[in-house]
């Protein structure tokens, strides 16, 4: 193949031969200047009529070709933006060449290098995990930074793996302090994840270095100890052998911890522990004896031990039971003030659902001594023995400090599924007299209420309680109480509990949100000229806030005045989009880019709806709703068709249960000629999403046209029309594509 030269080319090489000459031309000018002057000289004409014709490649440039030259691109432009001192510039072009190049620890290092100094630190943690996954030089230091915020980010596993690598590189360094501290935090970390051996892995390591200080440099930390801090280090270490079932080691640190700081108690039940652990049912026995013998009063742990005892030496669970119930009757004679005592004992009443029992031991103390292992089964009983004014008492006693009622949530689920039991407690509390019952009583009567969907009902007792509530417990509850009602798709009774709020003068920041949360209900109720008076003034209240000011164009774009709300989001973003120290906005910002890119994609204006998205995976480059939403925007249109594939694989692969992602995946294979595996990630979609997704059923329509399966085909067509004319918010676009489709093939 001949290569001709491009014209720019032959046109730069000129350029540079006359600058090369140019200095001389004019220093000789300059010196003719004092002599006689020469004849001028002619110009010289350059062969223009001679150049070669463009060039024009032989094939086009495949899509990896393409994709190289991109990145090849992108990295000469960062580094000169770099360079220039653009560094905002120079860290977005170095994020699109990351995505060209995934893995690439050169470029992460620069994003990282680069986010920081703009002190967009959230952003460079997310490409620092990325670098830590891709770099295996990383200093123990910036491991555990990197894991730390993993953990922050909820990112566990990652942040294990990080801790690991950084305690390989420690215990190279001899850094046996620091060494010992990580060790401690994967111990908790796995012990807290459900993974007691991998927690007992690092107990060993603990234990072999406090046992030898010396030997490892830990003389001046073991010295901070005081005798009860490595007491309770060694109950620790014990308590981590027995959940991994090494009863042995479990053993020789509750001696440890003996020795250390001596507590007889504590010792016989960790002896009776270990027993249990080793099987060795008559020394467990033994040791639980003593402990009771001694009348020492400490947690239920004692009383959980009796009863595995029991279990492995009577006949039948029940009968083990049975003889642990007439122990603990005995004990609790001894002791009825002794709550941990008298639940164990409540709880084993209520298996045997002798109720009343179970409301004589554990209602004398609930009051005082409320427990969060009891509340359950004393709701039970008096529900079971319809004693409702006990019953209201309870959910009074039950609510937690944001007024929910969660621990008895079990027994009173069991309630409102009971037409007869939920129907004579209703007809109870409408003989109560709201103004004789306690404030919590009252609240406890409405959040009941609300669990069956009765929030008009609920709303009266609601405005019973708020004349006994300062100003900020008002606002607690009615914040409470309205956003449950908007979930429960309540928005006329929400809108009470907002305003109510509002009324009560509280300071700016807090008064604005209960108008963010108005102008929602306002518009979900079709008051849009109401909602967006209502966003408006809470933008203004808080001038600061970016998810005040977000729900002006969010009302605009419900409302479906979607020029409108562009304008409004444009503006949101020209504000706050370099406020990189609040994570609220970011989100914010986040949530706004997705949206203008859903916007623009339907109407058509890829380009814009790609820059959008590119933005967001700019920041947020694990963002699996971008990586899905772009990917099948470049799929559907086409374009990037490799690229646009792999990431919808990775969104599928975090979410393999998101019924959206798996869509975008069988419309991807179908864009790429692979019918089978498109019919099967489109069945799974229309099966998780329970057939309620038009455009799910629509487009397995059409991969099952393409492979030849016409009758399926139109099935599917029809659930599609079916499912769009019922869905809340009408897609008319697709309804009357899928309409057209049944008409022409039927």
């Known amino acids: 193949m001949i290569v001709r030269t491009h014209l720019g080319i032959v046109l730069a090489s000129a350029i540079t031969l006359l600058g090369s000459f140019l200095p001389g031309l004019l220093f000789a000018a300059d010196s003719a200047s004092t002599e006689t002057k020469e004849k001028p000289r002619q110009k010289d004409e350059l062969p223009f009529w001679q150049l070669p014709e463009t060039f024009v490649e032989e094939r086009p440039r495949n899509e990896s070709a393409e994709n190289r030259l991109q990145l090849t691109t992108l990295l000469t432009k960062a580094r000169l933006q770099d360079h220039r001192g653009d560094v905002a ?49 990383m200093s123990a230091d910036a491991l555990q930074r990197v ?94 052998y027995l959940e991994a079932e090494q009863p042995d080691k479990a053993a020789k640190m509750f001696a440890a911890a ?52 029991a279990e492995n030496q009577a006949e039948s669970p029940e009968a083990a039971r049975d003889q642990v119930i007439e122990r603990l009757q005995k004990l609790h004679e001894a002791s009825p003030d002794f709550a941990p005592l008298a639940y164990n004992l409540a709880s084993l009443y209520a298996e045997k659902q002798a109720w009343d029992q179970v409301i004589e031991t554990a209602s004398p103390l609930v009051e005082d001594e409320p427990d969060a292992s009891i509340l359950p089964a004393l709701c039970q009983a008096y529900i079971e023995k319809t004693d ?54 009252r609240i406890g009567v409405a959040r009941l209420y609300q669990l069956d969907g009765q929030g008009e009902t609920a709303w009266p007792w609601i405005e019973a309680a708020l004349p006994e509530l300062d100003s900020q417990e008002k606002a607690r509850l009615l914040m409470q109480f309205g956003l449950q009602a908007f979930r429960d798709d309540q928005e006329p009774v929400a809108e009470k509990a907002f305003r109510a709020a509002i009324k009560l003068g509280l300071p700016k920041s807090q ?49 479906g005045r979607t020029e409108e709300a562009v304008e409004e989001y444009r503006t949101l973003l ?16 986040r949530d706004a880019k997705r949206l203008l890119s859903s916007i623009a994609s339907q109407k058509k204006e890829i380009p814009e709806a790609t820059t959008w998205l590119e933005e967001v995976l700019d920041e947020f480059p694990g963002d699996t709703g971008a990586m899905n939403d772009l990917g099948y925007l470049w799929i559907d249109n086409d374009i990037n068709l490799g690229r646009g594939f792999d990431m919808i694989q990775k969104a599928v692969a975090e979410e393999p249960d998101n019924y959206a992602y798996l869509d975008s995946l069988g419309w991807a294979y179908y864009r790429l000629g692979r019918f089978e595996p498109a019919i099967a990630q489109l069945q799974k979609a229309a099966e998780l999403s329970e057939g309620e997704d038009g ?41 009357t594509a899928v309409e057209a489709k049944l008409k022409e093939h039927q």
């Open 89 to 137: 510039g120079a860290l977005q072009t170095y994020q699109r060449a990351y995505r060209l190049s995934p893995g690439s620890a050169n470029i992460l290092q620069e994003i990282v290098r680069l986010g920081f100094l703009l002190q967009r630190n959230e952003v460079a943690s997310r490409y620092a995990v990325l670098l830590a996954q891709n770099q295996t030089a």
């Open 147 to 240: 894991a730390q915020y993993c953990i922050e980010d909820g990112q566990v596993e990652q942040a294990i793996e990080l801790y690991e690598r950084a305690l390989v590189l420690l215990i190279k360094e001899n850094a046996h302090p620091q060494a010992m501290g990580i060790h401690f935090r994967l111990m908790t970390i796995y012990e807290a994840h459900g993974e007691p051996k991998m927690a007992a892995r690092h107990a060993n390591d603990i234990a072999r270095m406090i046992e030898d200080p010396k030997k490892f440099d830990l003389d001046e930390v073991i010295e901070q100890f005081t005798p009860g801090g490595l007491r309770s280090t060694y109950e620790q270490l014990g308590t981590v």
């Open 258 to 309: 003996e020795k250390m700081e001596s507590n007889p108690a504590r010792h016989l039940i960790h002896t009776a522990a270990v027993d249990v652990a080793r099987k060795d049912w008559k020394g467990a026995q033994k040791a639980i004896d003593k402990f009771l013998e001694d009348d020492d009063q400490t947690d239920s742990q004692p009383y959980e031990l009796l009863r595995k005892i």
């Open 388 to 441: 409702w004014s006990a019953f209201v008492t309870l959910l009074a006693t039950s609510l937690d400090q944001t007024y929910e009622l969660d621990v008895v949530q079990e027994p009173l689920d069991k309630l409102l599924k009971s037409e007869a039991q939920w129907s004579q407690l209703q007809e109870a509390i409408e003989k109560l007299d709201p103004a004789k019952l306690s404030l919590n009583e």
């Open 511 to 559: 008064t604005s949100l209960f108008y963010f949360y108005l102008a929602t209900t306002l518009e979900l109720q079709g008051k849009t000229s109401d909602a967006l008076r209502t966003a408006k003034r809470a933008a203004l209240l808080d001038e600061q806030s970016a998810l005040l000011r977000s729900r002006i164009p969010w009302t605009l774009n419900h409302a």
């Open 574 to 589: 020209s504000k706050f989009s370099d406020d990189y120290e609040n994570r609220q906005t970011r989100q914010v910002i």
């Open 695 to 735: 455009t799910v059923l629509d487009h397995l329509g059409d991969v099952y046209l393409a492979a030849g399966q016409k009758g399926k085909a139109i099935e599917q067509w029809q659930k599609a029309v079916t499912s769009l004319k019922e869905a809340e918010e009408e897609d008319t676009a697709t309804l």
